[in-house]
């Protein structure tokens, strides 16, 4: 049994970009050979980036259904979280403490 792979091809922007970026770290006395090879390289981990992107997509994807299916109750409502946000209280104190040496430096000059 003969397996046939698919193999993508890339993007033309992917090709634009990949080529753009060897041009740029192009070292002079550089053959055109050995920058069309480095092209490849850069083109191949940008297909790697991006394929591990779409991965982590997916799987954040599968994720949130999960989670939404959990906060359901049976009757379909969803269950509603009460976000609370605290600060921190040594801004407010710095910022005190410098109107008060502002104030003491305006009465004693």
Excluded: C
Excluded at 57 to 81: F, H, M, P, V
Aim: charged letters at 25%; hydrophobic letters at 35%; aromatic letters at 6%.
């Amino acid at each position: 049994m003969n397996r046939v792979t698919k193999r993508a091809k890339p993007s033309p922007q992917t090709l634009a970009e990949a080529e753009v970026a060897a041009k740029s770290t192009q070292r002079p006395g550089q053959t055109k050979e050995q920058t069309k090879l480095i092209a490849q390289g850069i083109q191949k981990g940008i297909d790697q980036y991006k394929k591990q992107q779409k991965s982590r997509a997916r799987e954040l994807n599968r994720q949130l259904k999960r989670a939404s299916k959990k906060s359901q109750d049976g009757n379909g409502a969803q269950i509603e979280r009460e976000v609370v946000y605290r600060q921190h209280w040594l801004p407010w104190l710095l910022l005190a403490l410098s109107w008060a040496v502002f104030a003491l430096i305006l009465l004693a000059g």
